[in-house]
């Protein structure tokens, strides 16, 4: 019936060089050699079961001497290499070769003999103690398969092949050699150091042969090709520099700045060619439906009331040409008749994704307060109460971006109307915009940035999560 011992690493290597061998060669031993196999048994004894009698270690030694057969999972061979310190204080490259197979897979060596009860017992102890096999490395997880358990119930997954003891003049079959005990074994030559047989002079130790197995060759690597898709960004932000940074209420006057300013810069790159992203119109000159092209966005991130960022954010991304002609964007000079915006240098400070550019814009959370004011779209109806005139234009802000609609408004006290709601350059200040701030919370925490109302492409209406 045999003796079955289940070989696992649960890395998915195994790293040995063949006796005889340099390390630098990248030789690699596969399958283990049952030389091998048995001298960490013995040394695991010595180490970790020193209460087994040393009597009963030999008998179960001797009785695994004869060559056993492996069960081998489909592998590859790989090596890497290191550079190590060497004495003189320089530099050796060093080749660390191995064979690798799915990673927890098992080897399984059977050997052709029933092992006495004393002897099996002194295995199965053995076995869970092993800590690994070859190089360090070489992590090992190893176990004594019960009687009439195959081969193949120790393997997870993969074909398996079987390497086994051949004659030398074996006839069409890829050899490989690997060494193993003489018969009989020779304890004393199985447990001598390498330093020993180096010292005698030998190459190969003493009591142990050249065995050859015919072996499944390794398989070729796959190259493995990954697409990666690259996504558009969709924010780019800036810092704003300047002697007088302007007031947390000028956002709109500043955003419409900022806006020209990168139409701009778009048009002196593609001689005049407008940007419909940019723009929100298309190229019949009719506004964007769906609110998918840019928002400008003026941000104050500490505090004082004073705005120190600003954020250009397209939903549907932006597109290379985009990116490009707005990225060198380096000034704002203003207008006359914007008295409330002075010239600033920008500094550019990110470009990809808007969770990453500006999170203090997107959450997600279930309460969202005002940044800026909510200014309806429309004018209210005559008789309608001014809240119940603000949720049912919030409900229709969320219904326009297929976004769910809140379950709670609340308006918040402060001095909204002191903020700009007409742009300078277009509006005139009898255009001015009722509004108010809010807060809004949602059912589930909702991923922003949300920006609704009149304006919300110049950041009016602009809300941040709070929690």
């Known amino acids: 019936m045999g003796t079955s011992l289940e070989l696992r690493f649960p890395w998915g290597r195994y790293h040995a060089t063949p006796w005889g061998r340099n390390v630098n060669e990248a030789a690699m031993e596969w399958p283990p050699s049952p030389w091998r196999l048995l001298r960490a048994l013995y040394a695991t004894w010595r180490t970790r079961a020193p209460h087994l009698s040393e009597a009963n270690i030999h008998n179960l030694l001797s009785q695994l001497a004869d060559p056993p057969t492996f069960h081998l999972p489909e592998f590859g061979e790989a090596h890497t290499r290191h550079y190590m310190p060497d004495i003189g204080h320089g530099h050796d490259l060093a080749f660390d070769a191995f064979a690798v197979f799915e990673p927890g897979a098992a080897i399984v060596v059977t050997w052709p003999v029933d092992l006495e009860p004393d002897a099996r017992s002194a295995l199965d102890e053995l076995a869970p103690l092993l800590p690994y096999l070859g190089r360090a490395e070489s992590v090992c997880e190893a176990r004594l398969l019960p009687h009439g358990e195959h081969h193949s119930v120790g393997l997870q997954s993969g074909p398996v092949s079987a390497a086994d003891p051949v004659a030398t003049d074996a006839p069409d079959a890829p050899l490989v050699r690997v060494l193993v005990p003489e018969l009989p074994l020779d304890l004393d030559a199985l447990t001598a150091r390498t330093a020993a047989v180096r010292a005698a002079r030998r190459i190969d130790p003493p009591g142990a042969r050249w065995q050859p197995y015919a072996r499944r060759v390794p398989v070729t690597p796959i190259r493995v090709v990954h697409h990666t898709v690259r996504r558009s960004p969709t924010a780019v932000r800036w810092a704003i520099a300047s002697a007088a940074l302007p007031a947390s209420w000028a956002a709109v006057g500043v955003t419409d700045i900022l806006r020209r300013a990168c139409l701009s810069r778009y048009g002196r790159r593609f001689d005049g060619a407008p940007s419909p992203t940019l723009a ?44 490009h002609a707005i990225a060198t964007l380096d000034r704002l000079v203003g207008y006359a008749h914007v008295p409330d915006f002075r010239p600033a240098r920008l500094g550019l400070e990110a470009v990809g994704d808007i969770a990453d550019v500006a999170q203090e814009l997107v959450g997600p959370a279930r309460v969202w307060r005002s940044f800026t004011p909510f200014a309806p779209a429309r004018h209210p109806k005559r008789g309608t109460p001014w809240d119940q005139h603000l949720a049912s234009q919030v409900a229709e802000e969320f219904a326009w971006r297929d976004q769910p609609p809140p379950t709670g408004i609340r308006p918040i006290e402060g001095d909204w109307l002191s903020f700009r709601r007409y742009r300078p350059t277009t509006d005139h200040l009898q255009d001015a915009r009722r509004a108010t701030g809010l807060e809004i919370t949602f059912p589930e925490p909702v991923t922003g940035p949300i920006a609704i109302g009149a304006l919300s492409h110049f950041g009016l209406g602009l809300f941040v999560p709070v929690r």
């Not at 003026?298 to 250009?312: E, I, K, N, P, T």
């Open 280 to 323: 929100g119109k298309d190229a019949a000159g009719l506004p964007m439906a769906g609110h998918r092209h840019a928002h400008y966005f003026a941000l104050d991130l500490d505090g004082d009331r004073l705005l120190d960022h600003l954020v250009v954010w397209a939903p549907d991304g932006l597109d290379e040409g985009v990116v």
